[in-house]
């Protein structure tokens, strides 16, 4: 059974400040992982991918992935509120290709004027 | 909004009745999905295609039944459905195979709700 756990919520952060999500996976084959971001009645919205060990920046966002430890994260720095949302952390197994995705439940961010 | 269409956005449906969710997608991708999405629930993948053929099928329901006519389209057939499929139903594709990539972008979503 591949799981992808993740903390629901909700986290407080104020504006400005750095908000930390963090997902762990339960499978020691995946080998892609993706951060979504996914506001009220909308749908995924792809924020970042990493496939390798290590961190990815993109602007103010930085994916961290740790394959020993099975866990994977996302900062978010310098919050503002518009990045109150709900953060899917999804796990891919083949690293292409045609592959469904699993996915957590979502931590809810609250980004605090 | 992304290359990714969904028709209808909504729906109301009784139990009896048969009706298709559609899918369209406009990025050149070989690979769709479908996905089931319920409160408090994480999303579920119900089907994968793969240059038009299913490659999965994730324990869904025979009520359920998908057609992918061609890479770029993609149906949710729906008949005799349950109040507990009231749910956000999502559509997404990516590259496929060989592509490098299996980054999945989604469409808007068909809200349906089961009567």
């Known amino acids: 059974q591949k799981e992808v756990e993740q903390n629901s919520g909700p986290l407080s952060v104020p504006e400005g400040a750095i908000a930390s999500l963090n997902c762990t996976y339960s499978d020691r084959g995946s080998q892609s992982f993706f951060w979504y971001r996914q506001y009220s009645g909308k749908s995924p919205e792809l924020i970042m991918f990493?496939?390798?060990?290590g961190d990815k920046e993109d602007g103010r966002f930085t994916a961290q992935l740790n394959k020993a430890s099975q866990y994977v994260s996302l900062l978010i720095r310098d919050s503002q509120p518009s990045d109150s949302a709900t953060y899917l952390c999804?796990?891919?197994?083949?690293?292409?290709?045609?592959?469904?995705?699993?996915f957590g439940k979502g931590t809810h961010l609250i980004i605090q004027p | 909004e992304t290359g990714v269409t969904q028709t209808p956005r909504h729906l109301v449906m009784g139990m009896t009745n048969k009706k298709s969710l559609k899918c369209e997608q406009h990025?050149?991708?070989?690979?769709m999905y479908w996905y089931k999405q319920s409160a408090k629930k994480p999303l579920e993948l119900m089907f994968v295609?793969?240059?038009?053929?299913?490659?999965e099928n994730n324990s869904v329901p025979s009520r359920f039944s998908p057609e992918c006519p061609n890479s770029s389209h993609l149906f949710l057939h729906l008949h005799t459905l349950q109040p507990e499929d009231s749910a956000l139903y999502l559509c997404?594709?990516?590259?496929?195979?060989?592509?490098?990539?299996?980054?999945?972008?989604f469409g808007p979503g068909t809200r349906l709700t089961v009567l």
């Open positions: 999804a796990v891919g197994y083949s690293g292409g290709g045609a592959d469904g995705l699993t």
């Open positions: 990493i496939y390798s060990n």
């Open positions: 295609y793969s240059l038009e053929e299913r490659v």
């Open positions: 997404a594709s990516s590259q496929g195979p060989g592509q490098g990539t299996d980054t999945q972008y």
């Open positions: 990025l050149g991708h070989n690979a």
